[in-house]
């Protein structure tokens, strides 16, 4: 038996309704506001996640109610969209691990989620990609510069593609940033941030953008609201 879902209101499990906060992602089950389900996990694909999982609690036989009571329980690995504050910012933690569709997806989740100051995402390379590699770059280069975040900042080794395309999307050159490694980002990073930031760590797990959020999270005091 095959059964499908997504997005979409062809599926036999579709989400409609779909709001996202800083405490996860609410939705209401194939168009039913009697059926609202709330995954305590960030950004809209985590409603898709959710449909999947219900899919399968549905085949072993679970009772409605305990599905959707489980779900509202659920929760991810670290460094998987994981939102913390320190010092006065928000850090959302994505730098586990990155491909295309994990990057479109954070990057989109800094775009939804409400914030009180800049919305800064922070992207490192994604390895692994093969010859396709350099076209992906640009491609996630496009999408930030789409979004017009307050700041981007771009590490590694493909972090000039990005940044060029990002640009070429329309983002202020000087609110574009390129580091060569995550050490020289942490360096940067502390006296580039604010206030009331929120800002996205993305990139694959070689990278090591976890050192960014460790040099945030040291820093003594909380940060400034304004520029220095």
Known sequence: QRITFGLGTHNDLFATDIECDQSGVYFNL???ARRRVFVPM???????????????????????????????????????????KSNGVTILNDAYNANPNSTRAAIETLRDLPAAGRRVAILGDMLELGEQSDRYHKEIGQLAGANRFDLLICVGKKARQVAASAKSAGMDGSRVVVYPDALAAARGCVRRVRGNDLILLKGSRSIGLETVARAITDHQGKFARKAS
Do not use: T, Y
Request: hydrophobic share 50%; charged share 15%; proline share 2%.
């Open 30 to 32: 194939n168009g039913s």
């Open 42 to 84: 960030l950004g809209r694909h985590s409603a898709c996640n959710a449909l999947a999982a219900i899919a399968v609690a549905r085949k072993m036989g679970l009772a409605e109610d305990a599905i959707v009571a489980s779900l509202a329980q659920s929760h991810g690995p670290e460094m998987r969209l994981q939102l913390s």
